[in-house]
């Protein structure tokens, strides 16, 4: 495929996901409506996991990475299970569209609609609560960018093995509410159980939480983090690709 017809081709995709009510919903709205509705009734108060740290101020680095990578745990499986199960990926096949370009495609639109719903958060929580800015604006950037690549990775994986879209977009949706619950954008993880924050340290979400945070309030960097996410990106890629079926 040819760098224009990849081009047209994820722009496509990108359109498509933006007609997803389901993506458009608990992917952008969700995440921000949270963010005003506990910025509301918390304040700035201090922020339990957070020393030092207000909780408007904790809250940005929290709900970015949720949206950053909701948007891979939602859109991504049920797009990929539902065009096997529809039968697009075996047409894709026939045109002579590879794997990587389809699993590309797929990155790519995630990453312009996690970029822009970032913005659109950013603008919102400045235009009303005025939290403190970036401490380190390259590495929350970084954060964001790596959050969405383990993201697209791990829902191209949940997108391979499920048989379908509803079962897809249903664990995917699942983990999501997990991931709010447990993951460090919902109550503090300081006060959860020792069980369920052990639990919730196999998903993404819990990993790039704090890397944002620390960037955001210029806290110790997060390397242990980092290493782990590297760890998710490289395992969830390499069997999304191992076991990606056409039909």
């Not at 496509?12 to 949270?34: M, S």
């Not at 020792?194 to 993404?204: K, N, Q, W």
């Amino acid at each position: 495929m040819s760098a224009r017809g990849f081009g047209t081709f994820s722009l496509i995709e990108f359109r498509l996901l933006l007609r997803e009510p389901t993506v458009a919903f608990f992917t952008v709205a969700l995440p921000i409506l949270l963010f005003v509705v506990f910025s509301e009734i918390f304040g700035n108060a201090p922020n339990a996991d957070t020393p030092g740290a207000g909780q408007i101020d904790a809250h940005m680095g929290a709900y970015l990475a949720l949206m950053v990578t909701s948007i891979g745990l939602v859109a991504v499986p049920a797009r990929l299970a539902g065009y096997r199960e529809a039968g697009v990926l075996r047409r894709f096949r026939a045109a002579n569209v590879s794997r990587g370009a389809i699993l590309a495609s797929q990155l790519l639109s995630t990453a312009v609609l996690a970029t822009l719903s970032a913005v659109l958060m950013v603008a919102i929580a400045w235009i009303l609560f005025r939290p403190a800015a970036p401490d380190s604006p390259l590495l929350v950037a970084a954060g964001l960018v790596f959050g969405t690549l383990v993201a697209w990775a791990f829902g191209c994986l949940l997108g391979a093995i499920m048989p379908g879209a509803r079962s897809a977009q249903t664990l995917g949706l699942g983990i999501y509410f997990v991931t709010l619950l447990l993951g460090g954008a919902g109550p503090p993880r300081s006060i959860l159980p020792a069980f369920l924050r052990s639990a919730s340290d196999v998903l993404p979400t819990t990993h790039v939480v704090p890397i944002i945070q620390s960037a955001w309030l210029g806290l110790a960097g997060q390397p242990i983090e980092w290493l782990i996410l590297a760890a998710f990106l490289a395992g969830s890629a390499a069997l999304a690709f191992v076991f990606f079926r056409w039909e």
